[in-house]
């Protein structure tokens, strides 16, 4: 096989593994972002509904949302950007491997800044709800846990 053959190999696997699985341009099936996000708003109330929270509870919990929510999104962004710039570099016929090994540094930095973002939230969940609340929340978010196929 052709290095430029083999070279286009990989451009494609690696841009079909950034897409997000599932919502594709034109499949009529494909959920809106806004269908989306009322579909996860209905799941959070009936998460709320069954740990029985107080209202005060249900502030604080929607309080922590909303102060991470801004600074995932914007790592999101950030992490697709950079990402794009990666796969752009992947398919110049004389690529930057330095400038290449930046980006890909720079897209596990934003990741784990994520995780970090992640992980704050939770413990934030964890001080609101008490001991018994916590363990059906984390019982509850297993199960609405994508499964995927082996």
């Known amino acids: 096989m052709k290095p430029r053959m083999i070279v286009m190999l990989i451009v494609s696997v690696m841009w079909l593994a950034a897409r997000p699985n ?28 069954q740990l029985d929270l107080s209202p005060a509870q249900e502030q604080q919990l929607e309080a922590n949302r909303l102060k991470y929510q801004d600074q995932k999104e914007e790592l999101y962004g950030q ?31 934003l990741k784990e800044l994520k995780e970090q973002l992640r992980f704050e939230s939770l413990l934030a969940v964890r001080k609101i709800l008490s001991t018994e609340q916590f363990q059906e929340f984390m019982r509850l978010k297993e199960e609405l846990k994508p499964r995927h196929k082996k």
Not at 28 to 34: G, H, Q
Not at 79 to 103: G, H, P, V
């Open 22 to 49: 599932a919502v594709m341009a034109g499949d009529p099936a494909a959920l809106s972002k806004k269908q989306m996000r009322q579909q996860w708003e209905a799941k959070v109330q009936a998460i709320h509904r």
């Open 79 to 109: 992490i697709c950007d950079t990402r794009s710039e990666l796969n752009a570099e992947f398919r110049k016929a004389d690529y930057d491997r330095e400038r290449m090994n930046q980006l890909h540094a720079r897209i596990v930095e």
